[in-house]
């Protein structure tokens, strides 16, 4: 039944022209980490850990509110936990008050479609030096089609990505295929414990530097990673 179940997962960088200039970024992206299951009907869970740190006090207000946007109908999201680490280490909890969802809207207001949603964190006490931290858990309970199965990252070249971890297992009976340009990993060794027939797989991204964008070049470079 499950011997056609269709995979994918893209990851895009997209750049903006071959000719940049290296400059201090507004913000960094310290570490992505993503536990990522799939199961033979399409369905799936995602556990994700996310730290960004405020460089300049134009991020302030940016990192002071995170957002994901989800399919209220077929997934949900919970925030198992978020905390401002302040530029001293002190480490300050997000209330539970200022985390919230709601419809996603559009840029006037109005709803985009009944079925989006959006959870919002407000992290206290933002500062220059301060990191957000938030660990979200998103369940898939109903494929958008059945037996397939698509999830996708994009990177930009204007901000360093210190750290972005992939780590991914499926169930039996799914045929996996990936295209990778400028990531690295693939298939990994299976741990004790793992279900018969269950595979795992491993995929890793480093940006250190971030480029201010060339006003005349419109070139994108990107990386697929497909699974099928």
């Given at each position: 039944?499950?011997k056609?179940l269709?995979v994918c997962?893209a ?8 000719s940049?200039a290296e400059y201090?970024?507004?913000s960094?992206?310290v570490s ?9 009907d399409g369905?799936?869970t995602e556990?994700?850990?996310v730290?960004?740190r405020?460089n300049?006090a134009?991020?302030i207000?940016?990192l ?8 209220g109908?077929l997934?949900?999201?919970?925030i198992v936990?978020?905390y ?5 280490g002190?480490k300050?909890?997000?209330a539970?008050d ?7 809207k559009?840029?006037d207001?109005s709803?985009?479609?009944?079925d989006r ?10 500062e220059?030096g301060s990191?957000?931290?938030y660990?979200?858990?998103t369940v898939q309970?109903t494929p958008t089609?059945?037996g397939?199965?698509?999830w996708s ?11 972005f971890?992939?780590?991914?297992t499926h169930?039996?009976?799914i045929?996996l295929?990936?295209d ?18 269950s595979?795992?797989?491993f995929f ?6 971030a480029?201010l964008?060339?006003?005349h070049m419109n070139?994108?470079k990107?990386?697929n990673?497909l699974?099928?």
């Amino acid at each position: 039944m499950f011997k056609n179940l269709k995979v994918c997962i893209a990851l895009c960088l997209i750049w903006s022209g071959a000719s940049y200039a290296e400059y201090k970024p507004s913000s960094s992206v310290v570490s992505v980490i993503t536990h990522l299951h799939i199961n033979k009907d399409g369905s799936s869970t995602e556990d994700m850990e996310v730290r960004k740190r405020v460089n300049t006090a134009q991020a302030i207000r940016g990192l002071g509110e995170q957002k994901i946007s989800f399919n209220g109908t077929l997934e949900t999201v919970e925030i198992v936990e978020a905390y401002t680490v302040r530029p001293d280490g002190a480490k300050i909890h997000v209330a539970k008050d200022k985390i919230r969802t709601q419809d996603e809207k559009e840029e006037d207001g109005s709803s985009i479609y009944s079925d989006r949603k959006v959870t919002i964190i407000i992290f206290p006490n933002i500062e220059v030096g301060s990191q957000v931290y938030y660990k979200a858990k998103t369940v898939q309970h109903t494929p958008t089609f059945p037996g397939h199965f698509y999830w996708s990252t994009f990177f930009t070249p204007h901000r360093p990505y210190e750290e972005f971890k992939v780590y991914l297992t499926h169930d039996e009976g799914i045929d996996l295929q990936f295209d990778l340009k400028g990531a690295t990993g693939g298939a990994v060794a299976s741990e004790t414990g793992d279900p018969k027939g269950s595979k795992r797989y491993f995929f890793d991204y480093k940006q250190l530097s971030a480029y201010l964008k060339s006003s005349h070049m419109n070139t994108v470079k990107f990386l697929n990673l497909l699974m099928a």
